[in-house]
């Protein structure tokens, strides 16, 4: 029946009844999140998180998708919301808001707190509990002044670091890192406004990044080797050259080399059967500006399918430029840091298709899609939550508003008593 030959009542108990039905579908849809995150089932398609994933694979936004990411982790630990959620009697905006505040010690108070209010109280309380709840800032403690050392790791070649910050330096570091990695990951479309920017848990990413902006915008010294990166060939042959390092620093193989001679921030040093320096090459040879220019134009982002950064982009030859392949239009694509780096360990591979198309495909073989069409049955979705009540969704609210400050106090208080 259409909506316009319903009667006023009839339409208010349908909506009533279809949001229930969607609070439970997106409560299951979430568990599912949750379990595909822990899971890492993402990192299989070479996206660099569970809600670049959603982005790509269910079409949602960035925000959006990072929410969602955030709120199905924080169910996992939520038994009591996450039953409450999926019976189609609490909103997902009310588990959003709950679960900036919620703890193992306050679900049930607040739980109860959701199902006896609309969306818009829960939402304000959440936020004053969270304001209320903030530790207060102690004394600091003194460090000791700050040292660091780096080394090669003999095993596996890779740089180890570790360094201690004086507190001023320290913040300044997290402040740069937090930078260089919204930089990094800054995807087409997405303003300063779609996202809070924590310093990142895992900083390695975003120091490379640091790395990369400081070896392309500052002119190497002459007078100082290890201030760009060098690469020593050994003795030429047609399968390639018979050992290659970095200056001061570890072999490489056959891969790890490819992956360098792609960089443009680079140099390299040929030598001879003795040992003897033949060749010293410019900066290795990168497209021109105008062919940057023109890449940037036809691709704009990361052509990985799911990535879409724009920052810290390279230029990669999908035929090496050690295997003859030219430095054109046909033969380069956009890259993020990252996915150029997975590219050259194997996880994925690019086929050039002609006339600057190109198609990205796992190891198997499959290809990886650029956007998966999303589909859905809406009767399908009522038939499997047919049995929430029409009411369900609807709270134990008679209208009185919500004094803010006494609320968060009784609360607190209550909890604090708890505890």
């Known amino acids: 029946m259409g909506a ?53 694979r269910a079409g949602v936004d960035l925000h959006t998708a990072r929410e969602q990411v955030r709120v199905a982790k924080a169910m996992r630990e939520l038994p009591l919301i996450t039953s409450a ?4 009697t609490i909103s997902y905006s009310k588990v959003r808001a709950m679960t900036r505040v919620v703890t193992a010690e306050n679900e049930a108070s607040l739980l109860q707190k959701a199902l006896d209010a609309p969306a818009a109280h829960i939402e304000r309380l959440c936020r ?5 709840m903030r530790p207060t800032r102690g004394n600091g403690v003194d460090v000791d002044p700050c040292t660091g050392r780096w080394r090669w790791d003999e095993n596996d070649g ?18 740069a890192l937090t930078r ?3 930089e990094r990951t800054r995807v087409e479309g997405e303003s300063e406004g779609d996202r809070a920017a924590p310093a990142p848990p895992n900083p390695v990413p975003a120091i490379i990044a640091m790395a990369e902006m400081v070896c392309a915008a500052v002119d190497s010294p002459v007078v100082s080797p290890a201030a760009e990166v060098l690469v020593h060939l ?33 140099r390299t040093v040929g030598h001879g059967r003795l040992g003897k320096t ?22 704009r982002c990361c052509t990985v399918p799911g990535c879409g950064r724009t920052r810290f982009l390279h230029a990669h030859h999908v035929t090496y430029r050690s295997r003859g392949g030219a430095t054109s239009l046909d033969n380069l694509v956009l890259l993020c840091g990252e996915h150029h780096r997975a590219l050259h360990d194997g996880y994925f591979f690019i086929e050039a298709l002609g006339y600057q198309r190109f198609s990205f495909h796992h190891p198997s073989g499959t290809e990886i899609i650029h956007a998966p069409a999303v589909s859905g049955d809406a009767d399908e979705i009522r038939r499997r939550y047919d049995g929430i009540a029409p009411d369900a969704i609807v709270p134990n609210w008679g209208g009185e508003g919500l004094d803010l400050s006494y609320a968060t106090d009784v609360l607190i208080t209550n909890w604090q008593q708890a505890a």
């Open 4 to 56: 316009f030959m319903m009667d006023m009542k009839d339409i208010e108990t349908e909506i009533c009844a279809l949001a229930g039905q969607i609070a439970a579908a997106s409560a299951q849809y979430l568990i599912l999140v949750g379990e595909f995150d822990a899971r890492r089932g993402w990192a299989a398609w070479e996206v660099r998180s569970c809600a670049h994933w959603l982005s790509w």
């Open 85 to 88: 959620y999926l019976s189609g």
């Open 128 to 132: 004053g509990l969270k304001k209320a």
């Open 158 to 175: 890779s740089l180890v670091l570790t360094a201690r910050f004086r507190p001023e330096d320290g913040k300044r570091f997290l402040a």
């Open 180 to 182: 260089a990695e919204y």
């Open 234 to 266: 050994g003795n030429s042959t047609e399968a390639g050259c018979d050992h290659a390092h970095f200056d001061d620093g570890p072999g490489l193989d056959d891969e790890t080399l490819a992956q360098v001679l792609c960089s443009a921030v680079m």
């Open 278 to 299: 033949v060749r010293w090459s410019p900066t290795a040879k990168a497209p021109s500006r105008t062919q940057m220019r023109q890449l940037i134009i036809r691709d």
